[in-house]
């Protein structure tokens, strides 16, 4: 069965940074859309990052050329490399999966079907 299992986050000072990793298990990860989200307290879920065969990486603004996606075919894991971290960052960050997304909606949390259970960032 998919198995998502996120790890790295902490608390950390503004202009910090850290680096989330996600074990993946269960399914082809080499030919699997994965995916970063991140919810606040009282917000909805909310995409950060989208890649897909190791190369086609998609950013939502808020994030782009702080955060940078990235995967290991022969591990398999997820990364997400985050610096200039600010306060607003501060979330649950999540992993997901899916093997098809629709185009133009690869940052959209709703298409992904796999989740793993999360990991806290702070930055305070």
């Known amino acids: 069965h998919v198995q998502l299992v996120e790890s790295g986050g902490g608390l950390v000072q503004p202009g910090g940074s850290l680096r989330l990793s996600c074990a993946a298990s269960?399914?082809?990860?080499?030919?699997?859309?994965m995916f970063w989200a991140r919810q606040a307290p009282g917000k909805a879920r909310e995409g950060v990052a989208a890649i897909y065969g190791g190369i086609t990486t998609y950013y939502d603004d808020s994030v782009k050329g702080r955060f940078t996606i990235s995967q290991d075919n022969a591990k398999p894991m997820l990364y997400l490399q985050m610096n200039s971290l600010k306060p607003e960052d501060t979330a649950m960050y999540y992993c997901?999966?899916?093997?098809?997304?629709?185009?133009?909606?690869?940052?959209?949390?709703?298409?992904?079907?796999?989740w793993g259970q999360g990991t806290q960032v702070t930055v305070s």
């Open positions: 997901a999966a899916d093997s098809v997304i629709l185009p133009g909606r690869e940052l959209e949390a709703s298409e992904y079907s796999y």
């Open positions: 269960g399914f082809t990860f080499s030919s699997s859309w």
